[in-house]
């Protein structure tokens, strides 16, 4: 794995952190609900978990946030 999020990943983290919905991810984003749906399944992928409680709790553990 990286040593870290890529800028875009971090921010999305803390968005999902902070409890945002698809909605307001997107528009934090500037990209589309669905767009923003994708990023955090690529993001959970990329941290083997199955949703967002799950990111919070890998990426918390490999000290990205």
Known sequence: PRPGPTDEQGQL???MYGGASDGVIANRLSVSVSTARRKVRALCAELGVTNRFAAG?????RGWL
């Open 57 to 61: 709790a890998a990426a918390a553990k």
């Open 13 to 15: 983290l803390r968005l």
